[in-house]
């Protein structure tokens, strides 16, 4: 079995009351951080039940994006394997000198690059010019198709691509795909979730747990300049020995150190609680 999917889902109860207390741990570690928004997505997967907070509130997915457009071009390379070894040349300018959270790697102007070579760049460094390069590079309708599939609609996106179209509980679900293998097959969505587990960025999400676990997630970060609002998400999965779990949380508010250790305390909250179950 592959090391990061897991297709059957495991369908028993979990222990009672355990997502009724992780709730609540997670609300009281809400109401202590100084922001505008929280909302937070939380499943068991090896059980299946979940919770969310707000978790139908909208936030405007920025990085998050390129998860799907990974997912869009694994899907191609199902029909079509020589598509990861088709090769672009970048034509495009910088796109990332108005990210916070700078990339550790980036194409070079009219270089030769994969598709392959792409994905890693844009889901492990989440470099901006990578994801442009990409989407130049495939139809939009089959995109659009992808996130039909799972009840989001993109022409939201494509009406207002920096606007609030996106909530946690919808989001979460393409790392459920992923990690159920039910959209790509076993190879490529562990292949992909394997990608995701060399994601750079370790201040959100992974700092709250334990090291030596492994997690497979993606950030996004969103400034608005006309309201000096910032957003700050990070979504994945945690893998617990033994009990894998899946977290989403977006955040609101107007410093980036904070939505950032808001993060890491609500998942060394969840990471702690699961661990003493």
């Known amino acids: 079995m592959p090391k990061y999917i897991s297709p059957l889902l ?4 979990p222990p009672s009351n355990t997502l009724t207390d992780l709730k609540q741990k997670i609300v009281d570690t809400i109401q202590k951080q100084d922001l505008n928004h929280i909302s937070v997505y939380f499943r068991d997967l090896n059980n299946g039940p979940w919770f969310g907070i707000n978790e139908n509130i909208l936030f405007s997915p920025a990085s998050l994006v390129k998860v799907p457009l990974a997912i869009a071009y694994y899907k191609l390379s199902e029909t079509d394997p020589s598509i990861f070894n088709k090769t672009v040349i970048n034509t495009l300018n910088d796109d990332n000198s108005e990210q916070n959270i700078k990339p550790e790697k980036t194409i070079v102007p009219n270089q030769k690059y994969t598709i392959k070579e792409l994905i890693e760049l844009m889901i492990i460094y989440s470099d901006n010019n990578s994801y442009d390069l990409l989407i130049e590079n495939i139809d939009n309708q089959l995109l659009k198709q992808i996130y039909l599939n ?9 009406e207002n691509p920096t606007g609030n179209i996106i909530s946690v509980k919808n989001y979460a679900s393409f790392f459920r795909i992923l990690f159920n293998a039910s959209y790509l097959n076993p190879q490529s969505s562990n292949e992909l979730l394997e990608m995701l587990t060399r994601t750079t960025f370790n201040k959100g999400l992974v700092a709250g747990i334990g090291q030596g676990t492994t997690i497979a997630h993606k950030f996004g970060e969103r400034y608005f300049t006309d309201t000096s609002e910032r957003q700050l998400h990070d979504c994945g999965i945690v893998y617990s020995p033994q009990k894998p779990y899946l977290i989403c949380i977006m955040t609101r508010g107007t410093d980036f150190n904070s939505l950032t250790q808001s993060i890491k305390a609500i998942s060394s909250t969840i990471f702690q609680h699961w661990q003493d179950l």
């Open 150 to 158: 799972l009840g989001i609609d993109l022409d939201k996106a494509m």
């Open 10 to 13: 495991n369908c028993g109860n």
